[in-house]
């Protein structure tokens, strides 16, 4: 090409360059007017992006170590007392940067580092729930028929019944024998375990199944999980398979089958938690739904390395799925009960310590499936990848349910995860007529306490296996990191 034309053509390609940089006065009012949600990807760095992907290697250990309620609490406590943490003590005298937790019932646990304020000004405190949809075994669940052995369960949790029959399930959970002694229970994860299975009845002969609606084709009852076919070898007595097993459960266990009167054993995915993708970027696991939150809130307090100003508190509890009811889930007062007694201890009281804490209620919401889209509403749904959800209220149809955080919190929330970089978004669980669902954002906002919905977008949600992406789960982190500094 001639000079003259090669000088033509590099300032030609400078003016066009200048012009796309000088954006029209629309644009300009466009972006600084309008509400884009952003592609975590396309705002974080490719540092950043290696740290989240380093990060979930820690979270799909988690996953993979606590599949129930006991082994996530268990994996708290260890990962927390590794890291300095230890029993709070009434008695004790606590100064800023103390860490300190409490284990309520093996089900529950709550963790604290001590801040440099006034205990009076309240604490900044997250909470989330390490239970999941799962099989549980009935009070007297061991039965034979027809020459197979098996499990009789009753379902915990929200679930989509016809989706659990033919996945590989283990057993997790305690026993209490007859002499109060305990044995705990985790079998099907190891290498070279036994897995147990909810068997389906085949197409060519499911004429009459499939004339069932969805809710009812696989039906609670028929949840039955097979655990065994090879009779004892005596030609002389019944149930030849049930003496079986309850042999084989005796020789291992020690148990008789009364002891299962007085066992708490869950059925639960016996899946790995695995990258997914050909990208890697999703993580995909049974009991992301509340764990991935409880993993990012917990790991946030325990990596803490400076002294905050205010204390920081977070809460892990159990009971969420069937309605937070019970001793260890929120509805009942041990998380109160710590406020009151970690008040006292500091001087203070609980009814002005409680008044004057915040909280992020650290849980899930529905990211939107573009396979699925008539469930969702696009203006207010959540998308995989666009960093954390702020839920300001979530409940069903009218609200119902719901605690629906104030223009004042939900502002200084956003404020602060802006000036922390975190990338996030806002949504719901839905359309408005679509159901709906809860939180444990109600029960502590009940204490007279700003709360509001915190979480990851998963996909699948209450399935076997469940999905969140990788830079969703690190602004979580992120998320909660941010809000322990907050003054």
């Known amino acids: 090409m001639p000079t003259i034309l090669i000088a033509g053509f590099i300032k030609n390609k400078g003016r066009q360059r200048k012009m796309a940089e000088k954006k029209s006065q629309a644009e300009q009012l466009k972006e600084k007017l309008f509400y884009e949600k952003k592609h ?7 540092q950043e992006e290696k740290k989240a992907d380093k990060y979930c290697e820690g979270y799909k250990k988690f996953l993979d170590a606590g599949k129930t309620e006991r082994e996530a609490a268990a994996t708290a406590v260890a990962m927390a007392e590794k890291a300095g943490f230890k029993p709070f003590d009434k008695k004790a005298q606590y100064k800023a940067g103390d860490k300190i937790y409490v284990l309520n019932r093996e089900k529950a646990v709550i963790l604290a580092v001590i801040g440099k304020s006034d205990i009076s000004n309240g604490v900044n405190l997250t909470a ?58 985790r079998i099907g994860e190891d290498e070279g375990d036994p897995v147990f299975v909810v068997t389906d009845l085949l197409p060519h002969l499911a004429e009459e199944q499939y004339k069932r609606p969805a809710t009812k084709l696989i039906k609670g009852e028929e949840l039955n999980i097979l655990i065994g076919s090879r009779p004892f070898r005596d030609d002389k007595i019944s149930e030849k398979v049930k003496l079986n097993l309850l042999n084989i459960l005796f020789e291992k266990y020690g148990i008789v089958e009364k002891d299962f009167l007085s066992a708490e054993l869950e059925c639960v995915p016996a899946f790995k938690a695995k990258d997914v993708g050909f990208d890697r970027s999703l993580v995909g696991a049974y009991g ?87 469930g969702y509403e696009r203006n207010n749904c959540s998308f995989v990848n666009k960093g954390i959800v702020v839920t300001k209220y979530t409940g069903a149809r009218g609200k119902s349910g719901t605690s629906d955080a104030s223009a004042e919190y939900v502002g ?46 998963v996909l699948s949600m209450h399935a076997p296996y469940e999905l969140t992406a990788k830079n969703d789960v690190y602004m979580a982190y992120k998320a909660f990191t941010a809000f322990y500094k907050m003054k």
């Open 128 to 185: 989330a729930h390490i239970d999941s949809p799962r099989l549980d075994l009935k009070q007297n669940p061991l039965y034979e028929s027809d020459e197979l052995g098996y499990f009789k369960t009753h379902y915990y949790g929200g679930i989509k019944k016809y989706q659990w029959p033919t996945v590989p399930m283990s057993l997790h959970g305690v026993i209490v024998r007859a002499d109060g002694s305990k044995v705990t229970v």
């Open 412 to 457: 200084l929330i956003h404020n602060m995860l802006d000036k922390n970089d975190v990338v996030w978004q806002t949504g719901e669980l839905g359309k408005v007529d679509f159901g709906g669902g809860g939180t444990v954002a109600a029960y502590i906002a009940n204490l007279n306490i700003d709360t509001i919905d915190v979480g990851v977008p």
């Open 40 to 46: 975590a990807t396309l705002v974080m760095s490719e």
């Open 288 to 374: 992301q739904d509340d764990r991935v939150c409880a993993y990012t809130a917990f790991t946030a307090i325990i990596d803490m390395k400076a002294v905050p100003e205010k204390t920081a508190v977070c809460v892990l509890t159990d009971k969420e799925e069937t309605g937070s009811d019970g001793n260890t889930g929120l509805r009942s007062a041990y998380l109160k009960f710590f406020l009151y007694d970690l008040a006292e201890n500091m001087g203070s009281d609980g009814r002005t310590v409680i008044s004057a804490t915040r909280c992020l209620s650290a849980d899930v919401n529905a990211a939107y499936d573009p396979t699925f889209p008539d």
